[in-house]
């Protein structure tokens, strides 16, 4: 049995972020040659303290869904997944055993050397005869900043392709480096030129600003009067959210894997946790703010203050994914980083085989069940704030200073809309939803979205009134 996560940065704002994350894991899944695909994030849940624990299997492949190696896939990824490792992840990956799970961390998968031929597929499609003869390729970067080094990749991909004798010539140009993308016109020559973003989605970059550094004003820019004569501009679309970034995927995840050994086995305090879950949902259960409500042979779920309305009046869902989608904005549009804050979307029901149930439920309560299992079981151990406090670096390393006075204020303003009890903060959780009690859910770590908190309290940017859900 074998488990593939792919890690996200997610964010607390912005509800589309994961989006692509969700997308390549999809992809991976419909090729069944994992026996399930998870996502895991920095700022979303699963958080990176939580996915291990969500993963079925003992054999467990990390990918991280970054363009370049720098300060998230070297530093933050595996210190908040606990791999005891800094620095530069070696290019066969670092394997760890943690909590009887083999876990095995990759590059992240925009360094991978088949990412070339995702920007040659990119190039294809907006002009699919070019020619030696006739056509340049620039492959543009971000440039180092001062947490990642993309720049290193962005050459190695000029050089191979260069190599291939595919283009007439091949730059490698910045937004935020020399050289610059501003200087194209000057150093390419010839008459047609197609630029492909190497970057990991369509946002601000690849929308505004690589648009008007080149003076580009669609897919197709005419440039008559260069210094090197009429030159025609092709712009496509960034590397990062093409479908065969799948298929890099699946390349990493099979070198981390070695000599492809036998897989693992169903871990066995996961597997007890989601059939303590099954039992109570065949007998008909609420966790939280959601029911399970057993209906011959699959099992119905809603939000707990639909009790009772009849279905024509609500949403029906059929799989874990249409569920995934509707829990992941509150009733007013608004984004949920945090599952468990009392806010989940009414006015829908998902009707769902018990393989499905799991699944939709790692969704709804991402580590919920793993969590409240092992903490009936005295088998989960709460992280105090002065530890998560500890950890932090960057521009979270000033949660540090907070006293625990303004821990506390953030906690009660933003914790009272969970339904998570605080055990980081001492606080007792006697029964759980597992033995009847909806809101008995334990919390055993400060979440990322409180420590973003807590940094904004010691900033002094929390104003008067400021409320749980942004
Ligand atoms: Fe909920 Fe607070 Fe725990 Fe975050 S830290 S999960 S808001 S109880």
């Known amino acids: 049995m074998r488990s593939l996560v792919l890690i996200g940065h997610g964010s607390h704002l912005n509800g589309e972020s994961a989006v692509a994350v969700y997308r390549y894991a999809e992809l991976i899944r419909e090729r069944h040659l994992f026996d399930e695909v998870i996502e895991g994030y920095w700022k979303e849940e699963p958080s990176l303290r939580q996915v291990l624990k969500t993963t079925a299997s003992t054999d467990v492949t990390v990918i991280p869904m970054f363009i370049s190696e720098g300060y ?5 990824i595996p210190r908040e997944m606990g791999l005891g490792h800094q620095g530069p992840v070696p290019p066969e990956g670092v394997a760890r055993v943690i909590g009887g799970r083999t876990v095995r961390y990759t590059l992240p998968y925009g360094v991978h050397p ?8 990119r190039a294809r499609e907006v002009l699919p005869d070019a020619s030696p003869e006739d056509t340049a390729l620039i492959v543009l970067g971000h440039g180092t900043t001062r947490n990642e080094n ?10 191979r392709i260069r190599e291939a004798g595919l283009f007439a010539e091949v730059q490698a140009l910045f937004l935020d480096e020399d ?14 030129v197609v630029v492909v973003p190497f970057f990991a989605s369509e946002g601000w970059h690849t929308l505004e600003t690589i648009p008007e550094d080149m003076g580009l004003t669609g897919t197709v820019t005419d440039f008559p009067e260069n210094p090197h004569g009429h030159q025609r501009v092709y712009y496509a679309r960034p590397v990062g959210t093409h479908a065969a970034v799948a298929d890099v995927i699946l390349h990493l995840a099979e070198e981390a894997r070695g000599a492809g050994g036998p897989g693992g086995d169903t871990e066995r305090g996961h597997e007890a946790a989601w059939q303590a879950f099954l039992k109570g949902a065949r ?4 966790v939280g703010e959601v029911l399970v409500t057993p209906e011959l042979g699959v099992f119905e779920l809603r939000n707990a203050l639909d009790e009772g309305r009849p279905g024509a009046e609500l949403t029906t869902l059929v799989t ?4 995934r989608d509707q829990v992941r904005f509150t009733d007013g549009g608004e ?61 979270y390393a000033k949660v540090q200073k907070a006293t625990p006075a303004q821990v506390e204020h953030v ?22 939803f597992l033995n009847g009690v909806p809101g008995g859910i334990p919390c055993a770590e400060a979440c990322t979205f409180v420590v973003a908190e807590v940094r904004e309290e010691v900033s002094g940017k929390r104003g008067g009134g400021h409320s749980h859900s942004h």
Request: charged letters at 20%; a positive charge.
């Open 411 to 432: 906690a009660q303003d933003v914790c009272s809309g969970c339904l998570r009890t605080r055990l980081w903060a001492g606080h007792k959780l006697t029964q759980s």
């Open 283 to 286: 007998a008909g259960l609420r």
């Open 335 to 395: 984004h949920r980083p945090v599952h468990t804050l009392r806010n989940l979307p009414r006015g829908w029901r998902a009707v769902l085989s018990e393989a499905d149930l799991r699944r939709a439920m790692h969704y709804v309560y991402p580590a919920v069940i793993e969590e409240t299992y092992a903490h009936d079981c005295h088998a989960l151990r709460p992280t105090p704030w002065a530890t998560t406090a500890r950890r932090q670096t960057g521009i």
């Open 72 to 76: 998230f896939t070297e530093t933050v």
């Open 150 to 159: 993309s720049n290193k990749v962005v050459y190695q991909n000029a050089e």
């Open 179 to 192: 050289p610059k993308v501003g200087t194209w016109p000057d150093t390419v020559r010839s008459p047609r």
């Open 114 to 121: 088949s990412m070339t031929d995702v920007i040659l597929a």
């Open 320 to 323: 874990p994914e249409g569920v």
